[in-house]
């Protein structure tokens, strides 16, 4: 069965950090892209970062430059985002998936993700 894993959620309080992960079983993350999705509750699901197959390529959301960091250890079959200087606005569930592309600069839209994992809650609050 292929499927795609998050770990690494839970509550922490403003300024904190957090490192999630996003484990595949059943495929080799090696050839795809990988991206990192959150969805606030009465928001829209929104894209937060991006990183290629090979790990050389990558971007983020505005609002998270310089705070997030996202890489991928393709030997462990898994992507990480380490998140710090968290803040309440960050409260979200969220999402990784695995792009049909190699490149995120080819990626345009959720469409374009093929397997999605079932989310981890991140909740900000002190």
């Known amino acids: 069965q292929l499927q795609l894993v998050e770990s690494g959620g839970g509550l922490v309080q403003p300024g904190g950090s957090l490192r999630l992960s996003c484990a595949a079983s059943g495929f080799t993350l090696d050839y795809y892209a990988i991206g990192w999705f959150r969805q606030a509750p009465g928001k829209e699901r929104e894209g937060v970062s991006c990183?290629?197959?090979?790990?050389?390529?990558?971007n983020y959301l505005d609002s998270v430059k310089g705070r997030f960091t996202i890489s991928r250890d393709n030997a462990k079959n898994t992507v990480y985002l380490q998140m710090n200087s968290l803040k309440p606005e960050d409260t979200a569930v969220y999402y990784c998936a695995a792009s049909v592309f190699r490149l995120c600069t080819v990626v345009r839209s959720s469409s374009d993700y093929r397997y999605w994992g079932q989310g981890t809650q991140v909740t900000v609050s002190s």
């Open positions: 990183i290629s197959s090979s790990g050389g390529g990558t």
